[in-house]
């Protein structure tokens, strides 16, 4: 029997659909100019930004190719991102040590090896290079979006489909989900074509819609249950307005978090964002501190020091007791509370990274996280460019500022502003959020300082506040 360590990575156990600050820019990707007759172009559009899908050219995305099972294993892969990063084998992985018909030296060989040790559900004897049929697609769809977003089996309401005798029946109860998901519709004739190839551009829609599905139907834990580590990092990153890349702690996802490991979960990441400053702790005696992990004793003397936990009337911690939801929001906003009154900025004329661009814009404009729907390299510097659109493109998105019509103005420079960007600086620009220079020009490839930024996010909630539907 082959044997599976695995360790996991807090950074790859939050939320299925994050569409934050990743590794690598997804930002300056070109927009596909095959789908201009293509009913999902903006799902799919949406969907390269957040980088789940790619074409066969960085120009092409080739919406009526049919899909192969290869590529719908690499689809399901980036949607619901699943990694190697859980696992530590005893030797190296091969494809065909799970697919017999697979090649090792292919380009989807990582996604099959991906896919097989999360548990997709998928034959053994696939061929990687054959077509996959719609109904085939679903069922694999749907099967992994109730794996990993959790879904309880439901009890769908029948649809009638005109073709269902065409069904696989091993299939029917998927699509049948399906169907009451929202995921896919039948056709105008109230068909499903379930032998029919499926489309890169149907596969994609699919894809988007199960997307919005589980948006729309999370179940958090209830308030007295326990939490589990990727509930506690979900949890940190919403509350703190944070991102994944900034949980940097490993743990079993599987486990249920202590009041310890929840403690020095929190903390750890707090310093290592750079939201909590190493600050100087006058260590208290705690009665039970011979069962804290010594390396989670300073975290947990920093979390008593800030008021973030406090100990119990004994005087004892209960490290090892599992935590709730209830008790781990109490400690959360604590930490909140506590980072109002002792905010840590780095120097105002210091070009600001990504990381800190998406924080300034969240907290200045009252908005979470989750509202950031650009990708783009959370270690660069932003330029007066990308922290405009961003701004811009954020109230949009978020449904605070409406899309405007927008009388352009000329500006000096325009040729070196990204053409995909040019749209937010006029409208910034429209409602006094930029001004040009004296000169006429904008300086788009500048690095923006802090001050400037914040300026600039300053100008915007009042242009939201001079809006009509908001005097």
């Known amino acids: 029997m082959k044997k599976i360590f695995k360790t996991m990575t807090l950074s790859a156990a939050t939320a299925v659909f994050s569409l934050t600050l990743v590794g690598q820019s997804f930002a300056a990707a070109p927009s596909f100019t095959d789908l201009d007759k293509v009913a999902a172009k903006d799902k799919i559009m949406s969907l390269q930004q957040s980088g789940i899908v790619s074409g066969i050219t960085p120009e092409l995305f080739a919406p009526q190719a049919a899909m192969s099972q290869a590529q719908g294993i690499q689809l399901l892969v980036n949607a619901f991102k699943l990694n190697l ?38 034959s053994k004897d696939l061929d990687p290079n054959a077509t996959l049929t719609r109904e085939q697609f679903t069922h694999q769809l749907i099967r992994a979006i109730e794996t990993f977003g959790k879904l309880p089996l439901i009890n769908p309401v029948v649809v009638d489909i005109k073709d269902n005798d065409q069904i696989n029946v091993e299939y029917s109860g998927s699509i049948q989900r399906a169907i009451n998901y929202g995921v896919i519709k039948l056709s105008a004739d109230g068909k499903m074509n379930p032998k029919a190839e499926i489309t890169r551009a149907d596969a994609a829609e699919e894809i988007f819609n199960s997307i919005e599905y589980l948006k729309a139907h999370q179940a958090p834990a209830a308030p007295t249950e326990a939490l589990t580590a990727p509930e506690g990092v979900k949890l940190i990153t919403e509350t703190l307005g944070l991102v994944d890349t900034d949980i940097k702690i490993k743990i079993d996802p599987n486990s249920k978090m202590t009041r310890e490991s929840f403690t020095n979960l929190l903390v750890t990441t707090l310093q290592s964002s750079g939201k909590l400053p190493m600050i100087k702790v006058v260590p208290v005696d705690i009665k039970d501190n011979d069962q804290i992990d010594i390396l989670n004793t300073g975290a947990i003397q920093t979390a008593i020091a800030i008021g973030a936990v406090q100990l119990n009337s004994d005087g004892m911690f209960d490290p090892k007791a599992k935590i709730t939801r209830a008790d781990a929001t109490e400690i959360a906003n604590n930490v909140v509370n506590y980072l109002k009154s002792h905010q840590v900025h780095s120097d105002p004329g210091a070009a600001i ?62 040729d070196q502003i990204d053409i995909l960007k040019s749209g937010s600086i006029q409208t910034a620009i429209a409602l006094d959020i930029i001004k040009l220079n004296a000169d006429g020009t904008f300086n788009p490839k500048a690095e923006i300082s802090r001050v400037d930024a914040t300026e600039i996010a300053n100008n915007a909630v009042a242009a939201v506040k001079a809006l009509p539907n908001n005097k």
């Open 353 to 414: 990274t990504a990381t800190e661009g998406v924080r300034l814009i969240t907290e200045t404009l009252g908005l979470v996280g989750s509202d950031i729907n650009i990708k783009i390299d959370p270690n660069s510097k932003m330029t007066r460019e990308s922290f405009t659109n961003l701004l811009v493109t954020t109230l949009q998105s978020s449904g605070k500022l409406p899309m405007i019509k927008v009388v352009p103005v000329d500006i000096k420079d325009n």
């Open 85 to 122: 990063d859980l696992v530590r084998f005893v030797k190296e992985p091969k494809a065909t040590d799970y697919f017999v018909k697979a090649n090792n030296d292919s380009w989807y060989a990582n996604a099959l090896i991906t896919a097989a040790v999360n548990n997709v559900e998928l």
